[in-house]
């Protein structure tokens, strides 16, 4: 169907309307091409309250404001990664003392994910930190995933690098998502992580996509990036040939040990400003607020589901790093008047 746009007679919405336009209310719901940098900059430097009113806009022609998916994050092989991410505390370059250990048992992979289901959450996401998964461990991924499924859960995994043919494997298995994070912009990504390329990833998302796997590709604020990376980060992943289905978004909790363990803190409102132009790139994603929420206050954390986030790990842990806890998030959620997915509209 042809994109109409409706008239706002509003000066807010004025404003907002005088960038690029997309098609449709506020902008991009029927795209017409490759975002390009200029257009997303002008975007984000919009007056605060202009991108939130863009964004929200678009937020609500995509997906219900007041509902946001839930997914539960495990860590199913702890450290002694060859990749040097200076984010990392499972990287074997961190100075913490953290020791490898060997893939989880398959039973207590699935009794976790038990504990998951009944605790509201829809997708089961199992990260191991591997540079990539071996051969070896395949039968053991499948496994997982396969006996995830069955219990009624989305699954996602993030494992490292993949090649077409372990991605095609793991889709063989039904995996639903794969997180491949591209962290930052082309241009600041060696200042990261030297141990893998940035084409690496463009590549490990096309096998992932390719393979009939949905795609699940963020990035991560803090690493003494500027704006102009974090803008160009959401271009490169706007611009796929698809964009991802989920866009997770992390602040950078420092890690004692690594090379980033006394980065500069993100300004909380930078950090809504990204959401929000993640909104706007890809408006029919689900944008995830990630790593860093335990240095959120509940006033940030609500505009950025204002401004489009709408999905969020639970539980008190991801991966190495502290998490708020069920009991914070449910607390902040009903003060919001936002319902997980899987309940019943009040």
């Not at 959401?234 to 866009?247: F, I």
């Not at 842990?317 to 019943?344: C, H, M």
């Amino acid at each position: 169907m042809p994109c109409t746009v409706e008239k706002h007679e509003k000066p807010a919405a004025k404003a907002a309307q005088a960038m690029p336009d997309r098609g449709g209310e506020n902008g991009a719901s029927c795209s017409v091409g490759r975002w390009s940098a200029e257009e997303a900059r002008a975007i984000y430097n919009l007056p605060f309250n202009d991108l939130l009113f863009r964004a929200h806009g678009l937020h609500r022609e995509n997906f219900d404001p007041n509902r946001i998916q839930l997914s539960k994050l495990l860590n199913i092989k702890t450290g002694g990664c060859p990749e040097d991410c200076g984010y990392c505390s499972q990287s074997a370059s961190a100075e913490n003392g953290l020791k490898a250990s060997k893939l989880m048992e398959i039973e207590t992979v699935l009794e976790e994910a038990r504990k998951a289901k009944a605790a509201g959450a829809t997708r089961y996401c199992m990260g191991a930190a591997w540079r990539s998964p071996k051969d070896r461990d395949m039968p053991a991924l499948t496994h997982m995933i396969e006996s995830v499924k069955a219990m009624g859960l989305e699954t996602c995994m993030t494992l490292g690098m993949l090649d077409s043919d372990k991605a095609e494997k793991l889709a063989d298995a039904g995996l639903d998502y794969y997180n491949h994070n591209i962290d930052t912009s082309e241009r600041f990504y060696p200042a990261v992580i030297t141990t893998r390329s940035f084409e690496d990833r463009l590549d490990t998302l096309a096998n992932v996509r390719n393979a009939g796997i949905k795609v699940c590709s963020g990035g991560i604020l803090g690493l003494g990036e500027e704006a102009e990376d974090r803008i160009d980060m959401l271009v490169t992943l706007a611009n796929l040939p698809e964009p991802p289905e989920s866009v997770p978004i992390n602040m950078l909790i420092p890690m004692p040990g690594t090379r980033l363990a006394k980065a500069a803190p993100v300004d909380p409102l930078e950090f809504v400003r990204v959401v929000a132009l993640a909104r706007i790139l890809m408006p029919k994603s689900h944008v995830r607020l990630t790593a860093g929420r335990t240095a959120m206050s509940d006033e940030m954390q609500a505009l950025c589901f204002f401004a489009g986030a709408n999905s969020l790990f639970m539980g008190d842990t991801l991966l190495t790093a502290a998490n708020p806890g069920d009991d914070r998030d449910s607390s902040l959620l009903r003060r919001l008047g936002i319902q997980a997915e899987t309940e019943q509209p009040a």
